[in-house]
């Protein structure tokens, strides 16, 4: 069996305003790649801090790789949160150096050329584009080839080629043993890296499974959205036989319903009878995103 990289029993961390997160529980095995999906404000990034021993929690414990120390763990583990890391006014190779001299590592200059930058790494990092600066945050982060590596929204301001590189990269570390934690609503991404996924919602963990077993749960199902001119009643849509779930959107309503034969039409009858003209219809095959309004009954963006 694979030994535990992370432990979190009880993890509580809350503000006055009620947000924040817990409390979690969970346990992440080495060589796995756990995403944290949740609408903004469900404390994702709380969650991640204090896995990532930013923030001390207020209430239960946390263990990486069997030891509660977080002084301990930093050793072990590298972290890619929205905040600058690095320095602006000094160049992307000096760096990566400053980084592998802290960790006490030879330089991977390497890193650079696999992160897209080689042509720019003798350039000040206050000349990056926001994306450039976003794959150099990614690169100090793979450093030394850490243990745990924490990441909130990875994908954040790359292009096509970082997130294939970034897939790469994860893919790469998983295969190696590494184990990676990452908080992003970025459900293609996920689809394409995760071992496991877990779904927050205002500070809880409702659903923790692999990602096979939460794709297979929608495997049956379509997505419908409708646009609608004018406000309607959504119950007419609850009524159509195979209807699981039905959410308000900001034009109209997100249908969750089991693949038959007639779905659209039923809807489409449904959409008649309450006297309202419909402005879209559009059919999308299931997927995380799909998966978390089943499960939680909210859209994921909501």
Not at 123 to 133: A, F
Not at 249 to 260: H, I, T, Y
Not at 270 to 294: K, M, N, T, W, Y
Request: hydrophobic residues 45%; aromatic residues 4%.
């Amino acid at each position: 069996m694979a030994a535990l990289a992370l432990e979190a029993e009880a993890v509580l961390r809350r503000y006055r305003n009620g947000r924040g997160v817990g409390p979690v529980s969970l346990r992440l095995l080495a060589g796995e790649v756990l995403a944290v999906l949740g609408p903004n404000g469900s404390g994702k990034t709380t969650l991640l801090r204090c896995l990532a021993t930013r923030s001390r929690p207020r209430g239960g414990e946390v263990r990486w790789f069997g030891d509660p120390d977080p002084s301990r763990a930093r050793r072990r583990l590298a972290v890619v949160f929205d905040a600058t890391a690095h320095v602006d006014e000094v160049s992307g190779d000096e760096n990566l150096r400053f980084f592998a001299r802290a960790r006490g590592v030879p330089e991977a200059p390497e890193l650079l050329v696999a992160a897209g930058l080689a042509e720019v790494g003798g350039e000040e990092v206050s000349n990056y584009s926001y994306g450039m600066r976003r794959r150099l945050l990614i690169a100090e982060a793979l450093v030394g080839d850490p243990s745990l590596l924490v990441l909130d929204e990875p994908t954040l301001g790359l292009d096509v080629e970082g997130r294939r590189w970034l897939e790469l990269v994860l893919r790469e570390r998983q295969q190696r043993g590494r184990t990676t934690l990452l908080g992003t609503n970025d459900t293609s991404f996920v689809e394409e890296v995760a071992t496991r996924v877990g779904f927050l919602v205002d500070g809880r963990l409702v659903a923790d499974s692999p990602l096979a077993d939460l794709l297979a749960s929608v495997g049956g199902l379509r997505e419908v959205s409708l646009r609608f001119r004018g406000e309607v009643d959504l119950e007419r849509l609850r009524d159509v036989d195979g209807v699981r779930q039905v959410v308000a959107s900001p034009e109209g309503a997100l249908v969750l319903a089991a693949r038959r034969d007639g779905l659209v039409a039923d809807l489409l009858g449904a959409v008649g009878e309450l006297d309202r003209r419909l402005v879209d219809l559009s059919i999308h095959e299931p997927g995380l995103a799909e998966c978390f309004l089943q499960l939680t009954g909210r859209p994921l963006d909501g």
